[in-house]
């Protein structure tokens, strides 16, 4: 069968006479009635029972009309995609993020592209960045957001966001809260919370901590710079965190204190060197860059300090 057989079969299916489909398909119904009895010759069935005008479908038409109608789902699911591409759309786009970045920086990318590309499907999850790299590798998803990596893997690119301050939090109530900025020597403390000492973050806050002297080892270990937050906003310990994640959690129970020294932490986007970015990805990766000065707020700004605080 051709396209125009299967065009004839499926308007004779729908609209039960040989009138009713020349009218649907703007032919003669000589033409229509040709086709359909070439047809049931070439296959050797009978199609239709007539009766007067109308034609009643054998068993063996509603068979074939079954397969018919898989056949248009899948060819309208090409033209679909077709259409999808032809406005730099993919059906999906999956972004896999840390906590840091996942909190504001993501969201605000999402909303903009979605204005631009509403029907883009996005799915967005919180990862390591040991995790995110598996899933880029293996094809499970497009983007990867990530901060305070500075090795990435040979099979990665990476597309710089913008860069960031590391600040120290705390609650208002704790002794370094008294100070405007914090000295490497005042973070040699056991209450300082950690990241692990393998994952980027981790590496960063023990560097910090153990540069002067024998290294302290902290009490306490988290994943996630919110979570550190959370908990020195509870009343105990140190986070030395992200200044997106510090401004997100800032207020009455969290003090921000930046070091004395600066130390800055680079954001990415990464993506398969194997697997070419949609065009949609790419404005992706484009929108993050954009956002990452928005989305960090005040970051710029200086932390907030008491009324009498101590040299």
Known sequence: MNLRQIEVFRAVMQAGSISGAAAALHVSQPAVSRLVRYLEVKLGVSLFERTGSRLHPTPEAHALKREVDSAYRSI???????????????DTLRIASN??????????????????????HITVEIATHAQITDQLLSGECD???????????PAINVHPIGEGEVLCAMAPTHPLA????????????????????????GKVVNT??????????????????????????????????????????????????PLARPVRYQASAMSSAERPLSSA?????????????????????????????TP
Request: aromatic share 6%; hydrophobic share 40%; net charge positive.
């Open 76 to 90: 309208d699911r090409v033209r679909h995609y077709a259409e999808q591409l032809r406005y730099g759309v993919a």
């Open 208 to 257: 910090l901590v153990g540069t002067q002297g024998e290294p302290i080892t902290p009490t306490v270990d988290v994943r996630y710079a919110y979570v550190a937050c959370s908990i020195a906003a509870s009343g105990w310990g140190v986070a030395v965190v992200d200044d997106m994640t510090a401004r997100h959690c800032e207020g009455s129970r969290l003090m921000l204190r």
């Open 178 to 201: 008294a100070h405007r900025r914090i000295t490497l020597d005042m973070l040699r403390r056991p209450d300082v919370i950690s990241f692990g000492h393998e994952t980027p973050h």
């Open 99 to 120: 906590l840091s970045t996942g909190l504001e920086l993501v969201p605000h990318a999402i909303a903009d592209i979605k204005t631009r590309l509403p029907r883009l």
């Open 281 to 309: 990805g790419r404005d992706m990766v484009q929108l993050l860059a954009q956002h990452w000065e928005g989305t960090r707020g005040s970051s710029k700004k200086p932390a907030r300090s008491r009324k009498t605080p």
């Open 143 to 153: 983007i990867g957001v990530v901060s305070f990596v500075e090795s990435f893997h």
